[in-house]
């Protein structure tokens, strides 16, 4: 076997999680190509594959085989004087592809700025913020199938995105090794989205009248400081939970009880809830058990102060759905990998 897919026994994960949980994989690779993980296939079957770590909660430690996705690149592969559509390796870091993209004046993904994490986990979970979803600017994916060993083109359609979802979090999770994400993005007349209250605020704040890709994404940046921790800082995935979607009917009798709950409204009769402020009405804004937390400026963030185990971290995810659905008859669902 080629020295480079070396498989290492009894890794710590700590780094490679942004809730900084220490829990070891029996076996670890970290793969930096096709060419190495195709090969890998033939003697080995991951059991999962890690991207940059930020969306996963890891319960304990992993028997099997983890693989890091560390395929990096990014390539123009098709442009006009409108567009470009780049091709970028899924092991790139999301943030720096956007940094990247605003400096060379391409469109379209500004809104997305730091959202930690890698560009092979942005279409699984379709990440979305401040009005934009992965899912707008996405044209194809390609990955390789963990059993038979090929490459597989994924276009839009075959991707079925939904919010936070894709079919790789469904009927195909676990089966592929995602390689590369190609995104289009605009060169001119850039569809600037400031339709987040809070974009605009900020925005007028920096005194910025003629907004451009830049300005948003600096204000996107400003505004993700002021409410979601660093993990650098405070271990956290993010978002732990999904907003919940019920039927409006559920929502009116729930509005009788709670006068000032928040909603946004969707189509057919649907109503989506800010987790958040379900969370913070049980009262678990900002509070602790042992380690693990909520974030005192945002309940939907789990965070670990240090030293929390995966389980620790699980244990509170589950009292918080127990008051929520006591509270309110609404049943959380997590937004991130419960591994
Ligand atoms: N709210 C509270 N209390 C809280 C947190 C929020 O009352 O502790 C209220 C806020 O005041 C606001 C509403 O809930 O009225 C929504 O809060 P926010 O704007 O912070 O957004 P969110 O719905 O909690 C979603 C995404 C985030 C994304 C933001 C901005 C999900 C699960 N989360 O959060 O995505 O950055 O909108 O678009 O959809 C992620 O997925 O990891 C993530 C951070």
């Given at each position: 076997m080629d020295k480079s897919i070396e498989i290492r026994a009894n890794v710590s994960l700590q780094p490679y999680n942004t809730l900084g949980i220490k829990a070891h994989a029996a076996q670890f690779i970290e793969v930096n190509s096709e060419t190495q993980f195709i090969e890998l296939l033939d003697t080995n079957t991951p059991d999962y594959i890690l991207g940059g770590?930020?969306?996963?909660?890891?319960r304990g430690d992993v028997e099997g085989l983890i693989v890091r996705n560390n395929l990096k690149g990014k390539e123009i592969v098709h442009e006009t004087d409108d567009m470009v559509q780049v091709r970028f390796g899924a092991g790139e870091n999301w943030h720096e592809c956007v940094l990247w993209a605003i400096e060379n004046g391409y469109g379209g993904i500004e809104n997305l700025s730091l959202i930690p994490g890698t560009i092979g986990a942005a279409p699984m979970q379709n990440i979305g913020a401040y009005g934009v979803e992965l899912k707008d600017v996405f044209v194809e994916l390609e990955a390789i199938h963990l059993q038979e060993k090929n490459k597989q083109i994924f276009d839009h359609t075959a991707c079925a995105f939904g919010y936070r979802e894709s079919v790789f979090k469904k009927e195909?999770?676990?089966?592929f090794f995602i390689t590369a994400v190609t995104l289009q993005l605009t060169k001119k007349n850039h569809k600037l989205n400031t339709s987040y209250g809070a974009i605009q605020t900020t925005l007028e704040k920096n005194g910025i009248q003629s907004p451009d890709i830049k300005s948003i994404s600096g204000a996107v940046i400003q505004i993700r400081q002021s409410k979601l921790p660093d993990p650098a800082d405070l271990g956290n995935a993010g978002s732990f939970f999904k907003n919940p979607v019920i039927p409006k009917s559920q929502f009116d009798l729930i509005k009788l009880a709670h006068p000032n709950i928040i909603s946004y409204d969707l189509p057919d009769d649907f109503v989506k809830i800010p987790a958040g402020w379900l969370i913070e009405q049980c009262g678990?804004?900002?509070?602790?058990i042992g380690d693990a937390g909520t974030y005192k400026y945002q309940a939907l963030v789990i965070v670990n102060h240090?030293?929390?185990?995966g389980e620790e971290i699980w244990q509170l995810a589950q009292k918080i759905q127990q008051s929520v659905n006591d509270k309110f008859g609404i049943k959380l669902t997590p937004e991130v990998n419960v591994f």
């Open positions: 770590g930020s969306n996963v909660l890891l195909l999770k676990g089966q678990w804004k900002g509070k602790r240090g030293e929390a185990s």
